[in-house]
């Protein structure tokens, strides 16, 4: 009697040892399937966060550059603005601080560096123009002096890793490259930025070892007709043979002031070494 109780316990408990066991294995099973859950939402999390960064990042660059070009327009056409100062208007453009040879540049190679450089700066060119409304707009009071007149859209540094690697042919990528060929513009950047071909204001080389500074320069005129000649052939290095002067013409803008004397300025975007501004500019905003 005994020996048959102990045997059937016997029995009872092994059985009850591997339901045990099975259970742990079901429990160790999910377990491994939640942490491999939670593995995988945090993968999701984090391209998730990524795209929104991008996407955040673009739209706010994109933001800052509408704001910038209304703030432009509306204070040209501001009737209590006679002087920069007067305007009722704020003026909302800011300077972009641009580290070449960071975040923007993603691959190692030094030839790859300066390359998707060319295309960032000029992106920023273009920005720059399209933010002052490709000089159709008088955003800092009357032009009846004999200063240039600039504003600094970005400053342009360049990492350790960049430096000696100078950025050549920066003038033939301006001329030759579409500047949106996934948009509605095909047109090169020196067609955007000066209505021609040729990259008047633009360098050919770009000396990585200095800062650099992308500038919208607003110039007076002489009233001739020849005055945009004139001023390109004494201020421009590049070969002044293959001109279109009748095009560049749109781009002279007159404004009429509160005396109803005309002034003609001539605006364009233009990088230069950051030292060298003072030299170009009597007045920067």
Known sequence: M???????????GEKAREKTLKNSGKKAEITLDQFGMMILVVI?????????????????????????????????????RWTASDSGVNFKCATNEIELGNKFIKNEKSIKYTEDSKKILAD????????????????????????????????????EK???????????????????????????YSKYLYNIDNAIFTPQTI????????LWISVPLSKTDDAIKTFITSTSSTTQGNIDYEKIKPLVQEYTGKNKAVSKRYTFI??????????YCQEIY
């Not at 008088?138 to 002096?145: L, M, R, S, Y």
């Not at 000696?164 to 095909?186: H, L, M, S, W």
């Not at 000396?207 to 992308?214: A, C, L, M, Q, Y």
């Not at 233009?270 to 030299?279: A, L």
């Open 2 to 12: 005994n020996k048959t109780k102990e045997k059937g316990e016997g029995k009872g």
């Open 44 to 80: 999701i999390g984090v391209i998730i966060y990524s795209v929104v960064i991008t996407i955040y990042n673009t739209s706010s660059e994109h933001n800052n550059r509408e704001t910038c070009r209304l703030s432009v327009i509306a204070r040209s056409y501001d009737p209590t």
């Open 124 to 159: 920023e060119m273009s920005d720059c123009w399209y933010s002052f409304n490709q000089g159709k707009s008088n955003p800092f009071g009357d032009f009846f002096d004999s200063n240039n007149r600039c504003f600094v859209c970005s400053r342009i540094t360049f990492k």
């Open 162 to 188: 960049m430096q000696d690697t100078q950025i050549t042919d920066f003038k033939d990528y301006v001329e030759k490259t579409p500047q949106n060929p996934a948009g509605d513009r095909e047109d090169t």
């Open 207 to 214: 000396d990585t070892n200095k800062h650099h500074s992308i």
């Open 270 to 279: 233009t990088i230069v070494p950051t030292e060298q501004v003072s030299s």
